[in-house]
């Protein structure tokens, strides 16, 4: 079993930075890919960014000015960080990793269950 586990949402005031994390847990051998995605009430899950195990990242158009992707290899972690906080940010984020398991050797993607950020004055 994998798991992941997001932290770091909550009520938030505009212009704040934000530093979302992400740990992945359980039965791991290689973790390729991983990602931030977010979701907006009533919207479909859109991705935010992502970063290799070698560190090269993507962003999407809409945040690469105010969003930074970062890694621990060694934690099994990712992080986002939002400078100067919007309320157009308000949206559920979520954790996505690409792994390889132990025993059975599976590869697929995996999910955690979203950490809520509000951004409201």
């Known amino acids: 079993q994998v798991q992941l586990a997001e932290s770091g949402g909550g009520l938030m005031h505009p212009g704040g930075p934000l530093r979302l994390s992400c740990v992945a847990s359980?039965?791991?051998?290689?973790?390729?890919?991983m990602a931030w995605y977010r979701q907006f009430p009533g919207k479909q899950r859109d991705l935010v960014a992502t970063?290799?195990?070698?560190?090269?990242?993507t962003y999407n158009d809409s945040v690469k000015d105010r969003f930074t992707i970062s890694r621990d290899n060694g934690k099994n972690a990712i992080w986002l960080e939002i400078d100067s906080l919007r309320p157009e940010d308000t949206a559920t984020y979520f954790c996505y990793a690409h792994i390889t398991t132990l025993q059975p050797v599976v590869t697929g993607g995996y999910w955690g269950q979203g950490t809520q950020v509000t951004v409201t004055s």
């Open positions: 359980g039965n791991i051998f290689i973790i390729y890919d």
């Open positions: 970063i290799t195990k070698e560190h090269s990242t």
